[in-house]
Every structure is written in structure tokens, then in C-alpha cells.
């Protein structure tokens, strides 16, 4: 699973120039169609028969001397323009047959739109291909000299990417693939090949640490559950408390007797979306060598129906000790989760920060395009709403007042896992509220983590919701805590 990247572009630096071959496209980014008069192009050209349109960017094909030559003319300034336009870019190479370019001329693309070019140019050539023997597909190279980009973030892009792609590749696997045992196995291995240390909890300790809401859930499963610990600790990390991420690991998703119906079950094998966005952050965190101590949970099993399967009106007893009344098996998300959120105290956590496909009430205020987020610290959501804008995978408070707390009141048990039927997102929150002790941002991902079909430089899929947000966040604590320290040393 992790051998090959199914990436199907590579951005090549200086040093590795001699791989590039003479019959090279050529790639020139310009701001207007003014500009393409300074070139000389070949008596056949004319505007009719070389011009393809592509929106948002405006491309010519055309050849310069020997050269195929592509122009992206466009004047656009937003960053999340420049990924689109990367992702229309590599439609064209693609549909070109191209597998050699070199980014000629990008002059009045400022270093951020260029990052954003390339990360939509790889982005955007991910492909979920394992399954489908004739979907071969060579590579593309493309050049980029280190005066137009640094070698040294051409290389976190593409790290930062792996990571990505093996997160899209888990939540795209069907159940029969990849059960909770196999997701195990794959966290270990990324574990050795991106560098973090990892513990696999199986289903005799989580009994022993009475984790009762995860244990719940599986009672329908043929596999047994399990729990993982992922940790990144570096010499010269910046924090003395970890982030601590959790994510929902469902690895599929029936309702168990509150049965899904219709179509409602179809793609739910994408219930552990959560989980595999904290294994893609931890890997990108990890294989960066960024100096940021960072803890992952993932409490792992299905969501089944056997004779042996948790019923509605059953009293379970959570880790933690309190007790649930269960009103609806297909709200199962809450109780693996509220599991993690009482094993996270034991890090002592600065943040702890959970992602899960929890609920269809976040998606269809959401859509596609975002993310719900609620949580106790605002400060520390604030400045996560912001990485959310930087990497456009942005960000929508939901409320948390306590009227929608007292929705979860029970006659017989301390909570009842549903609300009612308004504001579902909302009292899912409250679920998880009661079971944290620290700082703590809830993130619902159940409209971004997998759409049907693509949308710009995302594939039909699996979209690795949460990756690059929580990357960038990464990198914006380390940058804080850095100009601290400055300040103190100072003082
Ligand atoms: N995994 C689902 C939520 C979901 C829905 C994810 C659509 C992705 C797309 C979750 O476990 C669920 O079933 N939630 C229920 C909660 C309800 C029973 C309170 C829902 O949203 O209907
Ligand atoms: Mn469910
Ligand atoms: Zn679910």
C-alpha cells in the first residue's frame, strides 16, 4: 500500500536536471495576452486552432522552435486560484500526452501562487488506480530551476503530498481491503518508512482499560477492534505538552441495527476518514522533521450488526466511567471517539484537536466545501480558522450552548448518544465536550472527506480533508512558539 505513489507528477530540482530530456514542453506563465507578443511564433499558429480555454486559467498551445510550449495566461492574484489552475494544467499534460516539461518563465507569479501551482499540479494528479489493472499511466516530469522555487519546499511539497496520497489511498480502500487489523498494520509500517513511533492496542488491553464505548460498537464485528497510538516526539521540539490528534476510525459504517437505508450506506467506507487524516498529518509532520511533538489516537473497529451487535435502549460504560444510554447505533462515531478523548488526558495535551466524519447535520451545512468546528478555547479556533483559509480547506463554527447539551439528558443513564432532531452537529459536539479535560477543538469532516465526484484539483474520493490544514497549523504553533522564546530571551 505505500510502496508506489500513484502521483503521477514529479517536480524535479536543479540537481536532477540530467533527467530531463531534450523534447521538453515548454511552460510559460504570463499575465496577459500582451505578453505573448514578445514571443515568435511559427506562421501556422493562429488563435483558432491553438487555443484551448480552460477556466480559471487561460492556456495556449503552441510550439517555439522545437519546442511544444504552453502559456497560462492569467492576472489572478488568490492563491486557491493558482492550485485550480495547476489542477487545469495537468489536464492538459495529461491530455497532451506530455511527459517531459520545464517551467520556463513564471516571473510574475509571486513564491506563494508558485507553491500553490505545484501543489495543485500534484494534487490534482492523484489517482486511486490499484484496483483497475489497464489504468497505467507513465509519470510527468517537470523541471524547476532553484531560482524559481527552492529546492528545499519542492521537497516538503512532496512529502507534505505522500503523506496526502496515503491518506486518500486508506479512505479509498472498500472494508474487504482494509479492516481495523490491516489499517494496523499499514499505521506500523508508515510509522518505519515516515519516521514516528507507533503502539498497537489490541482488543485484551482495550478490555483492560474498560474502553466500553469502543468495545460497544464492535460487539456486531467479525474483527476485532483496535487502538492506535501514534507519537512524534523530536529532540528539538518547540513543545514541552503535545498536540494530541483523534481521529475516527470506522471502517465501515452499516448503522448497525439502526440500520442505514436506501442509499445512506454507499460510501461509508469512508467512516475512518478521520483516523487516516491523523496518520497523513503525523507522516507529513514526521517525515518534514518539523520540531513539534504530536500524539495521534485512532480507535479502530466497524460498525456492524451480528446477534451478538450493541441494540438500542442498552446502558454502556465508557472508560471514563460514565454511563450512555444507547438511542441509536448509527451514532456510534461519539462513543469510539469519547473513548480516545478520556486516553488523550493522560499526555497532559496542550491542544487536543479530534477529526471524524461524525455527522450528516456538519454536512449539509458544510456541503462539500468545509469543515464544522466547535470547541472550548476560541482563541486557539481562531487561529486554526485562519490556517483554514491559507490552505482553503476552511473553517465553520458551529454553536455549543448548553441547550443542546440538555438535548443528551437520559431518565436511566448519565448521557442518551442522540439529541433530537435539530441541531445535530451541534449536540454530537456536546457528546464529546463532556468527555474532555483540556483545550480542545472538535472538527467535523463528514461533507469534505469524500465527494462523489471530482471538484477542481480533487479526485472522486477520498480528499485527505484535515491534512493540510492541520500541516499548516503545525507549522504556525512552531512559528509562535519560536518568536516567544525570541521575545523572552530578550526580556
Ligand atoms: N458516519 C456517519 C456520518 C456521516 C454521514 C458521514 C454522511 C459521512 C457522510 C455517522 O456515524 C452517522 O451515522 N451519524 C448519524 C447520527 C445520528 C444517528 C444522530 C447521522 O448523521 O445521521
Ligand atoms: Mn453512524
Ligand atoms: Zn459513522
Request: charged residues 20%.
Amino acid at each position: 500500500m505505500l510502496q508506489d505513489s500513484p502521483l503521477k507528477i514529479k517536480l524535479i530540482h536543479a540537481s536532477e536536471r540530467g533527467l530531463i530530456a531534450k523534447n521538453t514542453t515548454f511552460i510559460m506563465i504570463i499575465s496577459s495576452c500582451e505578453q505573448l507578443d514578445n514571443y515568435s511564433f511559427p506562421a501556422s499558429f493562429s488563435e483558432k486552432t491553438h487555443h484551448i480555454l480552460e477556466s480559471p486559467g487561460y492556456d495556449v498551445l503552441t510550439t517555439l522552435g522545437a519546442h511544444k510550449t504552453i502559456f497560462v495566461i492569467s492576472s489572478e492574484k488568490e492563491v486557491e486560484t493558482w492550485r485550480l489552475i495547476g489542477a487545469s494544467l495537468y489536464k492538459i499534460l495529461k491530455k497532451e500526452r506530455i511527459s517531459f516539461a520545464q517551467l520556463k518563465e513564471l516571473r510574475t507569479l509571486s513564491l506563494e501562487n508558485r507553491r500553490a501551482l505545484f501543489e495543485g499540479l500534484l494534487l490534482a494528479s492523484y489517482c486511486f488506480s490499484k484496483h483497475k489493472e489497464n489504468l497505467k499511466q507513465d509519470k510527468i516530469l517537470i523541471y524547476v530551476s532553484g531560482s524559481v522555487f527552492p529546492g528545499a519546499e519542492l521537497q516538503e511539497l512532496h512529502l507534505l503530498n505522500e503523506a496526502i496520497t496515503l491518506t486518500k489511498n486508506l479512505v479509498n480502500e472498500p472494508l474487504n481491503h482494509l479492516d481495523a487489523l490491516k489499517l494496523s498494520e499499514v499505521i506500523v509500517q508508515a510509522g518505519k518508512e515516515f519516521g514516528f513511533e507507533t503502539e498497537i492496542l489490541h482488543e485484551q488491553e482495550i478490555i483492560q482499560l474498560r474502553m466500553g464505548g469502543l468495545l460497544a460498537v464492535n460487539k456486531g464485528s467479525e474483527t476485532p477492534p483496535t487502538f492506535n497510538v501514534l507519537e512524534y516526539r523530536p529532540a528539538n521540539a518547540v513543545n514541552v505538552r503535545p498536540l494530541v490528534l483523534v481521529g475516527k476510525g470506522i471502517m465501515f459504517d452499516t448503522g448497525g441495527y439502526s440500520l442505514k437505508t436506501g442509499g445512506s450506506m454507499v460510501t461509508m467506507k469512508c467512516d475512518m476518514a478521520g483516523g487516516a487524516a491523523v496518520l497523513g498529518i503525523i507522516a507529513a509532520i514526521a517525515s518534514n522533521k518539523l520540531p513539534y511533538y504530536v500524539v495521534g489516537l485512532i480507535p479502530a473497529t466497524d460498525n456492524k450488526i451480528s446477534a451478538s451487535a450493541l441494540v438500542v435502549d442498552d446502558i454502556i460504560t465508557m472508560m471514563d466511567g460514565t454511563t450512555v444510554e444507547i438511542q441509536n447505533t448509527d451514532a456510534e462515531g461519539r462513543l469510539v471517539l469519547a473513548d480516545a478523548l478520556t486516553y488523550a488526558r493522560r499526555f497532559d495535551p496542550e491542544l487536543v484537536i479530534d477529526i471524524a466524519t461524525l455527522t450528516g447535520a456538519a454536512a449539509a451545512i458544510t456541503g462539500y466545501y468545509g469543515i464544522a468546528m466547535a470547541g472550548n478555547h476560541q482563541q486557539k479556533m481562531d487561529k486554526l480558522k485562519q490556517s483554514g483559509e491559507a490552505v482553503h480547506e476552511r473553517l465553520f463554527q458551529l454553536p455549543l450552548w448548553k441547550e443542546f447539551g440538555e438535548l443528551l439528558n437520559s431518565e436511566t443513564a448519565d448521557l442518551r448518544n442522540i439529541g433530537g432532531p435539530i441541531g445535530g452537529a451541534s449536540t454530537a459536539s456536546k457528546f464529546l465536550e463532556h468527555f474532555t479535560s483540556y483545550d480542545w477543538i472538535h472538527l467535523d469532516i463528514a461533507g469534505a472527506a469524500y465527494i462523489k465526484k471530482h471538484i477542481g484539483y480533487k479526485q472522486s474520493g477520498g480528499t485527505a480533508s484535515g491534512v493540510r490544514l492541520l500541516y499548516e497549523f503545525t507549522k504556525q504553533q512552531i512559528k509562535e512558539e519560536i518568536e516567544i522564546k525570541k521575545t523572552n530571551e530578550h526580556d
